[in-house]
């Protein structure tokens, strides 16, 4: 089964509104600091310390996790949190997707025509370029303070000049990006 487009958009949207009407805007980019905080923590104990000064009880040497009274060394110090379970959530709910559609395998065969047209048939290429394109969204979004499910999805919903800064922003690299790389069509 494929949602087209509209459909599919229309449900993500229903999704963010429950989301930020029943708990909380979604924003998933800060999980992966906390991810960082989390390893780095294991590797030295001292990364994050419980502290009665700091307003979370957490405090950290790292400036960033030490920000707003310790809030993310809090979240590394109990990362079962809404945030971070989510992030887990969708790497899960990302893996079921693809075994119900027929796993990983039958991805690679249904490799869209203008990918193949303008750069060829080899998944490894594919899985490479989508690995360092989403490497490159996380880092611009740790340097916009937030991601597109962030600042665009939720932001845009609650009507936050943020939002709609970074949403002009995003279409207007994102659209020559496109016309620049995907120049042969399908």
Same mark, same amino acid.
């Given at each position: 089964?494929? @949602?087209?487009?509209? $459909?599919?958009?229309?449900?993500?949207?229903?999704?963010?509104?429950?989301?930020?009407?029943? #708990?909380?805007?979604?924003?998933?980019?800060?999980?992966? =600091? +906390?991810?960082?905080?989390?390893?780095?923590?294991? *590797?030295?104990?001292?990364? *994050? #310390?419980?502290?009665?000064?700091?307003?979370?009880?957490?405090?950290?040497?790292?400036?960033?996790?030490?920000?707003?009274?310790?809030?993310?060394? $809090?979240? #590394?110090?109990?990362?079962?949190?809404?945030?971070? *379970?989510? =992030?887990?959530? +969708?790497?899960?709910?990302?893996?079921?997707?693809?075994?119900? /559609?027929?796993?990983?395998? /039958?991805?690679?065969?249904?490799?869209?025509?203008?990918?193949?047209?303008?750069?060829?048939?080899?998944?490894?290429?594919?899985?490479?370029?989508?690995?360092?394109?989403?490497?490159?969204? @996380?880092?611009?979004?740790?340097?916009?303070?937030?991601?597109?499910?962030?600042?665009?999805?939720?932001? =845009?919903?609650?009507?936050?000049?943020?939002?709609?800064?970074?949403?002009?922003?995003?279409?207007?690299?994102? +659209?020559?990006?496109?016309?620049?790389?995907?120049?042969?069509?399908?």
């Amino acid at each position: 089964m494929t @949602l087209s487009w509209l $459909k599919g958009g229309l449900l993500l949207g229903l999704v963010f509104l429950a989301a930020v009407l029943l #708990v909380k805007p979604i924003g998933v980019s800060t999980q992966f =600091v +906390i991810l960082d905080g989390i390893l780095w923590d294991m *590797v030295d104990p001292q990364t *994050v #310390v419980a502290s009665p000064d700091a307003k979370s009880g957490f405090a950290s040497p790292n400036a960033y996790l030490n920000k707003s009274g310790g809030k993310y060394a $809090k979240s #590394v110090a109990n990362p079962v949190n809404y945030g971070f *379970v989510f =992030v887990l959530a +969708i790497a899960a709910g990302a893996g079921l997707s693809a075994f119900l /559609r027929g796993g990983v395998a /039958r991805a690679q065969r249904t490799m869209p025509d203008i990918w193949r047209a303008n750069f060829g048939d080899s998944p490894l290429k594919r899985y490479l370029a989508a690995f360092i394109a989403g490497f490159l969204v @996380l880092y611009g979004a740790r340097l916009a303070g937030g991601c597109t499910s962030g600042h665009m999805m939720s932001g =845009v919903m609650q009507t936050a000049l943020s939002g709609y800064i970074f949403t002009a922003g995003a279409f207007l690299a994102g +659209i020559p990006t496109a016309i620049l790389l995907f120049t042969r069509e399908g």
